[in-house]
């Protein structure tokens, strides 16, 4: 997953919005068994974050996003071995607004 650091770099790269906050916490994601699908988790995480993505970004991209976040989730959730601290990223952005040309 992305540090703060590295999340924080993509925004400012972009260009099309500013962050006005960027906190982390941690939680201990306890026993591997209750992190058994991965699917379902992506789904959970899709219950509360999509009306926001829509929002911001439209419906074209929500599929793909989705899509890709499940691929990640799979793949990191598969080289755990053991329990360990998950870290969790609040970002609020502000979009950038862009002046017209004159």
Do not use: C
Not at 1 to 11: F, L, Q
Not at 49 to 67: N, P, R, V
Not at 74 to 80: G, N, T, V
Request: charged share 30%; glycine share 2%; aromatic share 8%.
């Amino acid at each position: 997953m992305a540090s703060p650091e590295e999340v924080k770099d993509v925004v400012d790269r972009e260009g099309s919005f500013a962050i006005e906050q960027l906190d982390t916490f941690y939680i201990e994601n306890g026993d591997k068994a209750i992190w058994d699908n991965e699917e379902k988790i992506a789904q959970n995480v899709r219950s509360f974050t999509e009306s926001m993505m829509l929002h911001q970004f439209g419906i074209e991209i929500l599929d793909k996003l989705y899509e890709n976040f499940t691929h990640i989730l799979i793949r990191d959730l598969a080289r755990q071995t053991e329990p360990n601290k998950i870290t969790s990223i609040i970002l609020v952005l502000r979009r950038n607004l862009r002046l017209p040309s004159p």
